[in-house]
């Protein structure tokens, strides 16, 4: 698969065949055993997401502080249900014993993890309102990216 030029590390999920879910186990896995505090999470299917979106994401993950003094999962707010992305979204590496709890006891929705680490909402990204599954879809992002100034 070809990415941005740039070191990038591509890690085969620990669970295969358990979707998005397993692939922020195995983010956060990593993360956590580097030392970092948390992972930015970023479905593919999300074209019109931008570096200002993350920098949002960024943002609101350091404002969200929790009773322990940790911050919390953010994720992008959204129309529809569920009311965030979370596949747009921060995870810290505080939430990985929960996401290895869901993933053994069966769970695969990457929704689970940000509802059970009482993750909080961010206003105003509007790429991730926009999610590309089909060629309607794909036209739509199109459009949007050559509107962009």
């Known amino acids: 698969a ?18 998005p879910l397993a692939g922020i186990e195995t983010a956060l ?9 948390a992972v930015v999470v970023l ?5 019109l997401v931008d570096a200002a979106a993350v920098e949002a994401l960024l943002r609101g993950y350091a404002e969200t502080e929790r009773v322990a003094g940790e911050p919390g999962p953010v ?3 959204r129309d ?17 014993a929960r ?8 769970e695969l929705a990457a929704q689970s993890l940000f509802v059970a680490c ?6 105003g990204i509007e790429g991730a309102r926009h999610n590309v599954n089909d060629e309607q879809g794909l036209t739509a992002a199109a459009r949007a990216l050559e509107a962009r100034p």
């Open 29 to 37: 896995e990593h993360a956590a055993h580097r030392g970092h505090d």
């Open 75 to 77: 994720a992008a707010a």
């Open 118 to 123: 009482a993750g909080v909402r961010v206003e």
């Open 43 to 47: 479905a593919v299917d999300l074209p």
């Open 99 to 106: 996401v290895r709890e869901l993933l053994d006891s069966g």
């Open 2 to 19: 070809e990415t941005p030029e740039g070191a990038w590390t591509r890690l085969r999920d620990r669970r295969e065949e358990h979707g």
């Open 80 to 96: 529809g249900v569920p009311d965030f992305e979370p596949l747009c979204a921060v995870y810290p590496t505080g939430c990985l």
